[in-house]
C-alpha cells in the first residue's frame, strides 16, 4: 500500500492505482470528461489535472500513477484557470444546438461547463468541422459535438474488441469515424453511443423520441441471452424509448450488446397480441380458459391426461416455469412436458451432471476474465453470450492469459487466439481427445490432483494410452504442432476457462462431446480454482438454466430431482397425485403423429424453429387443441385453437437464472398492450381454473415454495427490489473422487457439404425478427458460404441458391464469408422465410446439403 | 562563416541585432549552414527555441508557418489544449500577419503558451517555445504586422520535421513514441506495423539491441527511462504467438534488379524495404542460415534462431530470393553482380578477428581460439567443437561476454574473462556482465595477456601482466598500464580473444572497383547516401561502420534502401527531405540531458522475467521471458511522449 496526502488528507492505496482512484476512495472529487473507468487512461481532455507538490508543472490525476509519499491538491486558483480555458477551448467550435441535442440534459460537457461557470468566449479559431455521417445503420455520428474523449474508440476496441472506431485527421481537424471511412459496420452493440459524453454519437431510433428526463428508469435484466445483463428500461407512457445501464454495480459494467441495446422494438411492435383468441377469433378472458378447461377435462375423461403435453420457454422467468410444470404435473396430471433445451443445453447438461456432477456453468463469468487459459470450444459466445466474450477478452487481452479457438470454423475471438484450431465438422469429440491424450504424453496433468479427484482414475490411463494422436490428427484435419502447442497452452496454466456452445450442444452427438469436454475439463484443472477459470456451457436463450432448474422436463422436478425418486415427496408437498411417467419433446411429437397425444400447450416457444422444422409443423397441424401462449403472431399462433396473450419481459416481475447461477429480478416497466396479462397470472388463472385453487403470483412466495422443495434455491434471497441485486444459488463444489470420467466412442466422419444451423450475433431467438434494430442490420437469413463453394455451382453475393438434404429443400439468398471453410455453409435459423430448421434431422444442428443455382 | 543573429536555442538568449554578429560555431549549436542543394539555411525554429542566421527572415512568418505545420501536420489531437490551443494560436498567428491584429492576440498567445504546460504531450507544449522566444523578443515586428505594415511573402522555403530525442537517437530513427503509444492502447499489430517501417527486424532488435534511444529518454530525466527495446519485443512476440501473418504487400513490380550482399540486419533490411518499394530482390549469403553477426555471433539464449529465421522469411515472403552458401569473392565476383544486377548492396559484416598481439597467437596451437566470432560460429553451427574445462576469454566487450557465457553452456568449468580495464571500463552492456556473473563467469580484471603458455603445440595457460588505470585518454576511458614485473601464469586449456572484428574486403581485391576503404578496413560511402565510390554499389552496416551494433546496421540499411530506390527509379542517389532532416536533427541533438522536466516521478521501469542465473546457465533457452502484456500496457503509459517539430527557413 501506498500512503499519499490529497488537499490535506491522507489515503493509503494500492501500487498501480491513479491519483484519479485514491482521491475517489477519499471522496475527493476531481472533474474528468474522458475518464472511462473501464478502458484504459487517454488522459485526453486535461480537466482532472492537479498540481503534485515536487512538479512543476500539472498532471493529470487519471493516468498518473499514485506513488508513495506524494502530496496532491486538487483544487486551486491555477487549476481552477486551467480548468476553465480548457472547457473554453473545448467550445471553440462547439455548435450551440444544445436545445435540439440528444444528450440534452445529460451532457457531460454541459454540466462541466456549468460547473466551472464558463459563461464566456475569448478563443476563436477556424471552423473544420467534419461533416454528419447519417449513413451508419441505427447510430449518428455528429463530429461538431465531439471532444475527442476517445471513449467510444476505446470501449469498441479495448471492452468490445469490434475495433470499429479510429481518429482520423490532424489537429483541430481531427474527428472519429469509422476505421476505413466507410459507414459503420460492426457488432452494433451501442456502447459507443452509450459511453458518448456529449451528443456525438446517437442512437437513430431514440432520435428526437424522448428528452432523456422525460423518461423513468426502472432497474430490470435483459432476457435475451442466460448472461442477463442488468439493465434500466427508460420507459414514457407505455413505449420502451431506449435501454440503458450502468457502468458502477451492474455485474456487465454497463456494457450491453445488440441485443440490450437496440432490439427493445418488439416490446412495442404493433402487432403485439391484445386479445385472447378462440379459433382465431378475439375473445375474452374468461372464454378462453373456459375452452381450454373444458377441452382439457374431456381428453382428459377420453384419454386421460397422458394426452396432454407442453412445452415450455427459456423466455419465461423462474416462477412462470415453476408454475407451468406445477399445473400440468399437479393440475393436468401429465408429466409431458419439455422445452427446446432437449435439443442442446439439457445434453450438456445431462454430460456435466454424469461427469462432473455439475448442471451449468461451474463459477461466475468473472472466473473466465480471472483464468491464465481459455478455450472456446464449438462456441461463438459474441452470438451466444455477448458478456462471455467480453470476458474472453477480459483474460486475454488485459490480464495475459492465452487463447484457444477450436470448432468447425474460425469465430470473432479467433482473431485474438494464440491457437485457433479449425477441425472438421463433427470431429471435435476426436479433437477433445487428442487434447487430452497431448496433455498426458507431454507430462502436463496434475496427477495428485486426478487422484484425489476422479472416482476412477485407472480408466483415465487406459482411455488415454489408447488414443493415437496421427489418426486424430488425421480425422480432424488440425496439424500436431497446433494440438500440442494446445496442450502446451492449457497445461502450463494454473487456471483454465473452458467454453463450448451450440456447435458441440446442438450437434446430434451433443451428449457425447460434452463429456468428452467435461473430461477435459477434468484433466487441464479447470475446476480446480474457485475464483479463476471453470466449465462454461453456453445457451444462448435468456433464462434456459431457470427453466431447468425449475424442472420443466420429464426426467426432473424442481431442483433436478430425479422424476421417479422424488415423485412421491413431490406429490406429498402438492397435495396431488403425479403421473408415473412423462414424455420428453421427441416423444411429445411422436405422440401427436401417433395420435396419443391430443392437446398441446405452447408457452412461448415455437417449435417451427426446432430441427426438423417440418415434421414439427405437421404435427402442429394435427394435434387437436393447440394452446399457444405468446407475445407476437407467429406462425404458431396462426395454428392455435387458442391464443393467449403473454407479457414481455418489460412488462411483468418475477426472477430469471444467469448461465453462471445468479438470479435477478425483472420489474414492470410498462404495461401490457391490450388485456393481454403477465404470463405467471395466465399460469396460476388457468391452474386455479383446473385445481379449483387460487395460486400466489408473488415472487416471494413461489420462490419460497421452491426453496421448500428442493435444495437449489434456499440460499436465494433478494437484499431489496431498488436495484435488484443478484444473489446466488449455491456455488458448485465438487468433492473429492466426485468424478466420473468417461470414455464415449462417436463415429460421426461425415462428407461432402455442410450446412450448420445456427445463432447470428444480431438475433435473438425469433422475438427480435419482430425488432427493428436488429433488422435494420440483418433484415433476413442468409446462407454464408465460401467464394469457393458459390463458384462451383456458378452463384454469387446475392443471389437464390437452393439446398436440399434429406429432408427437404429451401432456397435462400447467399452472401459470400471467405472466413468459412470451403464445404461448410452457415445458415442463422431465427427468420420464418428462410426455414433451415427444416433441412436438418431430428434434435441436429448440421446436414450433408448439395447446392443448386435457382 | 555563418553568423548568430538571434538564438534562443538551449534556452540561452544571444541577441546581436545591434552589436556584431558570432560566428555560430561560437555557439556550439551543430546547425549546418546549408541544405542540400537548396540554398543557405537562414533560420531554425524548434521545441526548444529560434535560431537567426539572417537579418531579413520575417519572424512573424516564421513563427505562423511553424504553428501551421504543428497544428495542421503534426498534432494528433489527442487532447484539447493540443488540438484547440495549436489551432487559436495558428489562427491567431495567421491573422496577425494578415495585419489584422487585435491589442488582446498577443495577451491569447502568451496564456495559451502557458496552458499548452498541461498538454498530454510535448508536442504541443514545446511548440510555443519559439513562438513565445519571438514574441517576447521581436515585439515591434509583431506591432508592426498589427498596424497594417505588412511584409511580402519571402522568398524563403520551409521544411519540417517530427522528431523525438529517442526516435533522433535510435540509429533506424524508430517512431518509438508512436509505437509506445501503440501498445498503451493495446494496439499490437499496429505497433509492430509502425516500428517496421524503420525496421524489419523487431524480434531481433526487441532482444540485442543495445538501446542507445534509452539513454535519450526523457522519462530517465524523472525516474527510469522507458524499456523501449523490451516494448519493441512485445508486438513482435504478439504476432509470433498468435501465429498471425505480417500484413506488408510489395508495391507493383518495377523491373529492377537489385542484389544484396549478405544477410544479416543490414541485408535484411536493405532487401526488405527495396522489396516493399516492388523491385526484384537477391540475396546471396554465405552461410547456411541467415542473421549474419546475429545468427552465429549471438548465442541463442539471447536470440533464438528461430525467430530470426522467423524474421528471415517474412523478408523471403515478399519475394526476396535468399541463396544461401554463396560467398563474394569466392563463388561469384562484384563484376558479376554489377553486370547483372541494377544495383549491389554490400552487407557482407565484419568477420575477421583483430589480433591481440601477444607472443606466440600465430602459431596456430591447438586450443588458440583464431577469436571470439571464430567460436560462437563453431558452437552455433554444431561444427564439433569441443570446448575444455577451463576457458580464458580476453576482452571486455559483448562477444567477450557471449564467449565466457556460451563456453559454460559447453561445458567449460571454469570460464574466465580477462579484461585490461575494470568492470566500470567494460564496453560490454553491465546487464550482460551481470548476467554473466549471476550464471558463474569469473573475471579477471586488470589484467592483459602477453604471452600464451604451450606444453607440446597446445595452449596450457596465458601469462598475463597486472594493469593499472591511468589518466583518461580521448574516449574518456582511463588507459591501463601495465605494471612492470607482475606477469603470472593463469593456466588454461584454451584461449579466445575477444577484441575486436574487422571487416573482411578480401572480395574487392580482385579488381580495380574504384572503392575507398578506411584505415580499418571498412568501405567508404558518401553523404548518408550509402552509396561507394563505384555508382550502384551501396554498402551498410559493420562492413561500412566496422564492428558496431544491429540497429545501426538496420539504419544503415534502411537508408541505403531509400537511396537505392531512388537510384533505381530517378537515376539519382540523393537524399529527400525525410533523409536530410534526420541527419540534421541528429547532428544538432534533440536530447538535452540538462533538461528540467518539471513533472513528478517515481515510478519504476517494468523488467522481462528471467531464468535464475545457474539454472541457465547450462542451457540455450531463451534467458530473458516475454514481458507480459498487461506490464507492457503500464510501461508503456510512462512514456511522455516527447515529441517536437523542427523547421528550417531556406533560401
Not at chain 2, 540485442?208 to 524499456?227: F, K, N, Q, T
Not at chain 2, 597486472?466 to 585518454?473: F, H, I, K, Q, T
Amino acid at each position: 500500500m501506498l500512503k499519499l496526502k490529497i488537499d490535506g488528507s491522507d489515503v493509503e492505496i494500492a501500487k498501480g492505482a491513479t491519483i484519479l482512484a485514491a482521491a475517489e476512495k477519499i471522496g475527493i472529487p476531481i472533474p474528468t470528461l474522458c475518464f472511462l473507468k473501464k478502458v484504459s487512461p487517454t488522459g485526453a481532455c486535461r480537466m482532472c489535472v492537479v498540481e503534485i507538490e515536487g512538479a512543476d508543472k500539472p498532471m493529470t490525476a487519471c493516468n498518473t500513477p499514485a506513488v508513495d509519499g506524494m502530496v496532491v491538491t486538487t483544487q486551486s486558483e491555477k487549476l481552477r484557470k486551467i480548468r476553465q480555458q480548457v472547457m473554453q477551448l473545448l467550445l471553440v467550435n462547439h455548435p450551440l444546438d444544445c436545445p435540439v441535442c440528444d444528450a440534452g440534459g445529460e451532457c457531460d460537457l454541459q454540466n462541466s461547463c456549468y460547473s466551472l461557470a464558463v459563461t464566456h468566449q475569448r478563443f476563436e479559431g477556424e471552423n473544420l468541422n467534419h461533416a454528419e455521417m447519417n449513413d451508419w445503420p441505427l447510430i449518428q455520428q455528429i463530429p461538431s459535438r465531439c471532444i475527442l474523449c476517445e471513449k467510444c474508440v476505446k470501449v469498441c476496441h479495448e471492452v468490445v474488441g469490434a475495433s470499429a472506431l479510429a481518429v482520423h485527421a490532424r489537429g483541430e481537424a481531427a474527428y472519429i469515424d469509422t476505421v476505413d471511412g466507410r459507414p459503420l459496420n460492426c457488432e452494433f452493440c451501442g456502447n459507443c453511443v452509450a459511453v458518448c459524453p456529449t451528443g456525438t454519437l446517437n442512437s437513430k431510433p431514440f432520435k428526437f423520441k424522448a428528452r432523456p428526463w422525460a423518461l423513468r428508469k426502472t432497474p430490470s435484466v435483459c432476457t435475451l441471452c442466460a448472461c442477463q445483463c442488468q439493465i434500466d428500461i427508460n420507459s414514457h407512457g407505455n413505449e420502451i424509448y431506449r435501454i440503458t445501464s450502468d457502468d458502477a454495480g451492474t455485474t456487465n459494467q454497463g456494457t450491453l450488446c445488440i441485443g440490450g441495446f437496440f432490439s427493445y422494438g418488439f416490446v412495442n411492435h404493433a402487432q403485439r397480441l391484445t386479445s385472447p383468441q378462440i379459433a382465431q377469433q378475439n375473445c375474452d378472458w374468461d372464454q378462453a380458459f373456459a375452452r381450454i378447461t373444458t377441452e382439457i377435462e374431456a381428453i382428459r375423461a377420453s384419454s386421460g391426461s397422458q394426452a396432454l403435453a407442453g412445452l415450455s420457454s427459456p423466455r419465461l422467468t423462474n416462477e412462470e416455469n415453476y408454475l407451468f410444470q406445477k399445473m400440468f404435473r399437479v393440475a393436468m396430471g401429465s408429466n409431458n412436458i419439455d422445452s427446446e433445451a432437449r435439443f442442446g443445453a439439457l445434453r450438456a447438461m445431462q454430460a456435466t451432471s454424469a461427469v462432473l456432477g455439475l448442471r451449468g456453468a461451474s463459477h461466475l463469468l468473472s472466473a473466465i476474465g480471472n483464468s491464465e487459459a481459455v478455450l472456446v470450444f464449438g462456441a461463438d459466445p459474441t452470438a451466444e453470450a455477448p458478456a462471455v466474450d467480453w470476458q474472453v477478452q477480459d483474460a486475454c487481452r488485459r490480464r495475459d492469459a492465452k487463447l484457444v479457438v477450436a470448432g468447425m470454423h474460425p469465430i470473432k475471438l479467433s482473431k485474438f487466439a494464440n491457437v485457433a484450431l479449425v477441425c472438421k465438422p463433427g470431429t471435435e469429440l476426436e479433437l477433445a481427445n487428442g487434447i487430452s491424450r497431448l496433455l498426458y504424453e507431454r507430462n502436463l496433468l496434475q496427477t495428485d490432483y486426478l487422484n484425489q479427484a476422479l472416482a476412477n482414475p485407472a480408466e483415465l490411463k487406459v482411455h488415454l494410452d489408447a488414443i493415437n494422436i496421427d489418426k486424430v490428427c488425421a480425422e480432424t484435419g488440425v496439424e500436431r504442432r497446433l494440438l500440442e502447442e494446445v496442450a502446451d497452452i492449457l497445461g502450463a496454466a494454473s487456471s483454465v476457462s473452458i467454453i463450448f456452445g451450440a456447435e458441440i450442444t446442438k450437434s446430434v452427438r451433443g451428449y457425447e462431446k460434452s463429456v468428452a469436454i467435461a473430461d477435459l475439463a477434468i484433466l487441464c484443472g479447470a475446476l480446480r480454482n474457485n475464483s479463476a477459470g471453470g466449465l462454461f456451457p453456453l445457451d444462448e436463450k435468456g433464462n434456459t438454466q431457470g427453466l431447468l432448474d425449475m424442472g420443466v422436463c420429464p426426467e426432473y422436478l424442481p431442483g433436478y430431482q430425479p422424476y421417479a425418486q422424488a415423485r412421491e415427496s413431490f406429490a406429498q408437498a402438492w397435495k396431488a397425485k403425479l403421473p408415473e411417467t412423462g414424455l420428453d419433446a421427441m416423444g411429445i411429437l411422436a405422440g401427436i403423429e401417433a395420435g396419443t397425444i391430443r392437446f398441446l400447450y405452447l408457452a412461448a416457444t415455437n417449435p417451427l424453429t426446432f430441427p426438423n422444422a417440418k415434421r414439427w409443423r405437421k404435427a402442429l397441424e394435427k394435434v387437436e387443441v393447440l394452446v399457444v401462449q405468446d407475445i407476437l403472431p407467429t406462425e404458431v399462433v396462426n395454428l392455435a385453437t387458442v391464443v393467449l396473450p403473454g407479457a414481455s419481459w418489460a412488462e411483468k416481475g418475477g426472477s430469471v437464472t444467469s448461465m453462471d447461477h445468479r438470479i435477478r429480478s425483472l420489474s414492470r416497466a410498462i404495461a401490457s398492450p391490450g388485456t393481454a396479462l403477465e404470463d405467471w397470472e395466465i399460469l396460476a388463472t388457468l391452474y386455479g381454473r383446473l385445481r379449483k385453487q387460487a395460486v400466489s403470483i408473488s415472487r416471494a412466495d413461489i420462490l419460497a415454495e421452491v426453496s421448500s422443495l428442493s435444495q437449489l434455491y434456499d440460499k436465494v434471497n433478494f437484499a431489496g427490489d431498488d436495484r435488484h441485486r443478484p444473489c446466488l444459488k449455491a456455488p458448485y463444489r465438487p468433492l473429492a473422487k466426485s468424478f466420473h470420467y468417461q470414455t464415449p466412442q462417436i463415429d460421426e466422419i461425415q462428407t461432402g457439404l455442410q450446412l450448420v444451423c445456427g445463432k447470428s450475433p444480431y438475433h435473438f431467438g425469433t422475438t427480435t425478427t419482430w425488432a427493428a434494430g436488429p433488422l435494420e442490420i440483418e433484415s433476413q437469413g442468409l446462407v454464408r458460404m465460401h467464394p469457393l463453394d458459390a463458384s462451383q455451382v456458378g452463384v454469387g453475393e446475392g443471389e437464390r441458391v437452393k439446398l436440399t438434404s434429406s429432408k427437404g429443400s429451401v432456397t435462400a439468398v447467399l452472401t459470400l464469408d471467405d472466413s468459412l471453410p470451403a464445404g461448410l455453409l452457415f445458415a442463422p435459423y431465427h427468420f420464418a422465410n428462410l426455414e433451415v430448421q427444416t433441412l436438418v434431422e431430428d434434435g441436429s444442428n448440421r446436414v450433408g446439403v448439395t447446392l443448386a443455382k435457382v | 562563416m555563418a553568423e548568430v543573429i538571434f538564438s534562443s536555442w538551449g534556452r540561452e538568449i544571444v541577441d546581436n541585432r545591434k552589436g556584431e554578429a558570432q560566428a555560430l560555431s561560437a555557439l556550439q549549436i551543430k546547425l549546418p549552414t546549408s541544405y542540400l542543394d537548396r540554398g543557405e539555411i537562414r533560420a531554425f525554429i524548434g521545441w526548444d527555441g529560434v535560431i537567426l542566421l539572417d537579418r531579413q527572415v520575417d519572424v512573424v512568418a516564421l513563427a505562423a508557418e511553424y504553428m501551421k505545420r504543428v497544428q495542421e501536420k503534426y498534432c494528433c489531437g489527442k487532447c484539447t489544449p493540443g488540438k484547440k490551443g495549436t489551432r487559436v494560436l495558428q489562427d491567431t498567428l495567421a491573422r496577425i500577419q494578415a495585419g489584422h491584429g487585435q491589442p488582446e492576440d498577443l495577451k491569447i498567445i502568451e496564456d495559451l503558451g502557458q496552458l499548452l504546460e498541461s498538454c498530454k504531450c510535448t508536442l504541443c507544449m514545446s511548440s510555443v517555445v519559439p513562438v513565445l522566444d519571438l514574441v517576447h523578443h521581436f515585439p515591434d515586428e509583431f506591432s508592426a504586422y498589427s498596424r497594417g505594415e505588412i511584409k511580402p511573402m519571402g522568398a524563403l522555403r520551409y521544411t519540417d520535421k517530427l522528431t523525438a530525442p529517442c526516435t533522433d537517437r535510435c540509429p533506424a530513427h524508430i517512431d518509438i513514441p508512436a509505437y509506445v503509444e501503440d501498445i498503451k492502447d493495446y494496439r499490437f499489430d499496429e505497433s509492430l506495423s509502425r516500428i517496421r517501417r524503420n525496421m524489419p527486424i523487431p524480434a531481433v532488435c526487441g532482444r540485442v539491441c543495445p538501446h542507445p534511444c534509452e539513454s535519450a529518454c526523457r522519462r530517465g530525466l524523472v525516474d527510469e527511462p522507458i524499456s523501449i527495446m523490451v516494448l519493441k519485443r512485445v508486438p513482435a512476440d504478439h504476432e509470433w504467438m498468435h501465429h498471425k501473418q505480417p500484413p506488408m504487400q510489395p508495391k507493383a513490380a518495377t523491373g529492377k534488379k537489385v542484389v544484396v550482399v549478405g544477410a544479416g540486419p543490414a541485408g535484411l533490411t536493405c532487401a526488405y524495404y527495396l522489396a516493399l518499394e516492388g523491385h526484384q530482390v537477391k540475396i546471396i549469403e554465405m552461410l547456411s542460415e541467415p542473421g549474419g553477426t546475429v545468427a552465429v555471433g549471438i548465442p541463442d539464449y539471447r536470440m533464438p534462431r528461430h525467430l530470426l529465421q522467423r524474421e528471415a522469411d517474412v523478408v523471403a515472403a515478399l519475394g526476396v530470393d535468399i541463396a544461401y552458401g554463396v560467398k563474394l569473392g569466392r563463388d561469384l565476383s562484384l563484376r558479376e553482380l554489377k553486370a547483372e544486377y541494377d544495383a549491389v548492396f554490400l552487407g557482407t559484416g565484419a568477420f575477421k578477428s583483430k589480433p591481440m598481439g601477444v607472443e606466440g597467437e600465430d602459431q596456430g596451437y591447438e586450443g588458440f581460439s583464431a577469436g571470439g566470432i571464430h567460436y560462437l560460429r563453431a558452437v552455433a553451427l554444431n561444427e564439433g567443437l569441443v570446448t575444455p574445462k577451463r576457458v580464458i576469454v580476453v576482452g571486455g566487450g559483448n562477444t567477450a561476454i557471449d564467449c565466457v557465457r556460451v563456453a559454460l553452456r559447453e561445458g567449460a568449468e571454469d570460464s574466465i574473462l580477462v579484461y585490461r580495464r575494470t568492470r566500470k571500463e567494460m564496453p560490454a552492456e553491465y546487464y550482460e556482465v551481470d548476467d554473466a556473473e549471476e550464471e558463474g563467469v569469473q573475471f579477471e580484471f586488470l589484467r592483459n595477456p602477453t604471452r600464451l603458455v604451450t606444453e607440446n603445440g597446445k595452449v596450457v595457460g596465458v601469462e598475463v601482466v597486472v594493469m593499472e588505470l591511468g589518466e583518461p585518454d580521448a574516449s574518456g576511458r582511463r588507459s591501463p598500464k601495465a605494471v612492470p614485473g607482475s606477469e603470472y601464469v593463469i593456466p588454461c586449456d584454451m584461449v579466445i580473444p575477444a577484441i575486436g572484428q574487422d571487416p573482411d574486403l578480401s572480395y574487392l581485391e580482385d579488381g580495380d572497383y574504384g572503392i575507398q576503404k578506411t584505415r580499418w578496413s571498412s568501405i567508404v560511402t558518401h553523404d548518408g547516401t550509402m552509396m561507394t565510390d563505384n555508382a550502384g554499389v551501396f554498402a551498410g552496416g559493420d562492413c561500412e561502420y566496422g564492428a558496431m551494433t544491429v540497429v545501426v546496421a538496420v539504419g544503415q540499411g534502411r537508408r541505403a534502401a531509400r537511396v537505392m530506390h531512388r537510384y533505381l527509379t530517378e537515376g539519382k542517389a540523393c537524399l529527400d527531405d525525410e533523409d536530410a532532416m534526420e541527419d540534421l536533427l541528429n547532428n544538432l541533438q534533440v536530447f538535452n540531458k540538462k533538461e528540467q522536466i518539471g513533472l513528478f516521478g517515481g515510478l519504476h521501469r517494468e523488467h522481462q522475467p528471467k531464468i535464475a542465473g545457474r539454472e541457465r546457465a547450462s542451457s540455450y533457452v531463451e534467458v530473458e521471458k516475454a514481458l507480459p502484456e498487461s506490464q507492457a500496457v503500464r510501461e508503456a503509459e510512462r512514456c511522455l511522449r516527447c515529441y517536437r517539430v523542427g523547421m528550417i527557413a531556406v533560401g
